[in-house]
């Protein structure tokens, strides 16, 4: 799972539960069951574990773009010119 | 979220903490019903009555108990535990309770009975006190939710007197 897959696997798991819990609650109120609530909870649970738990190609799709290592040759690495605080690294870019 | 064992964790924690959230909002929502429960009872008999060796006062009586506790019933009760006492002032001791009946209501279309019977627990004063005494019998209950505040309440029905007679 690549990092953006992570990230809307996060989010969609909490999304998920969060409206299943409000559907179920709403639900379970009105039609005067506890047990229908507990139920669609439940199903909610089991969905969203079947969506968001397996790795899915769909979480796969924005793989890292590594560098090629010929790259390192074309730039070397700059030779450090003064004292440089350690704790603030001068940023680049 | 990188591994599978990590978001099977998060995801049961999560759920596990929205099911403890909603279980509290289904004990809040109790807060909205507001019962209007009936009772009644009627002393049919006064069975016998009378002084025990060592004093005290013992009366058995008939009754009817009617109740219509429907409307303690929410999506969230799991029973109602209810109870007749009666209740009475003495000398000595400013409120007396006696148990005389009891019985748990499993749903609610038993909430609303009617019961002929003798009083299931002795009603036994301490002391010499229940000739010519007024009482009053109270319908306690206790409502069992399935999760969350537990309720309870009571009526309280006044009027009744015991005889000024051991029989």
Request: glycine share 4%; net charge positive.
């Amino acid at each position: 799972m690549d990092w953006q897959g992570q990230k809307v696997a996060e989010q969609l798991m909490q999304i998920m539960l969060v409206v299943f819990a409000i559907g179920a609650f709403i639900t379970g109120y009105f039609m005067g069951s506890f047990q229908l609530m507990l139920f669609i909870y439940a199903g909610g649970v089991v969905l969203t574990t079947l969506i968001t738990i397996p790795n899915w190609p769909f979480f796969n799709r924005h793989p890292l773009q590594w560098l090629d290592p010929s790259e390192i040759e074309k730039h070397p690495k700059p030779q450090a010119t003064g004292p440089i605080s350690k704790k603030q690294p001068a940023k680049k870019q | 979220m990188h591994s599978f064992g990590y978001r099977a964790n998060a995801l049961l924690t999560f759920a596990i903490t929205i099911l403890a959230v909603m279980c509290a909002f289904a004990s809040l929502s109790d807060n909205f019903n507001s019962p209007s429960p009936t009772s009644q009872v009627q002393v049919l008999n006064i069975n016998w009555f009378r002084n025990k060796p060592d004093g005290d006062d013992e009366v058995s009586m008939t009754m009817n108990i009617s109740a219509d506790l429907q409307s303690l019933f929410t999506w969230n009760t799991k029973q109602v535990f209810v109870f007749l006492a009666a209740e009475y002032k003495t000398r000595k001791n400013s409120l007396n309770q006696v148990s005389l009946w009891d019985g748990i209501i499993p749903a609610k279309e038993h909430a609303k009975f009617y019961i002929h019977t003798t009083n299931k627990y002795r009603f036994v004063d301490q002391g010499s006190n229940l000739r010519e005494r007024d009482f009053n019998m109270t319908l306690h209950w206790h409502v069992m939710p399935k999760t969350g505040k537990m309720f309870a309440d009571k009526i309280v029905m006044t009027g009744y007197r015991l005889p000024e007679a051991y029989r």
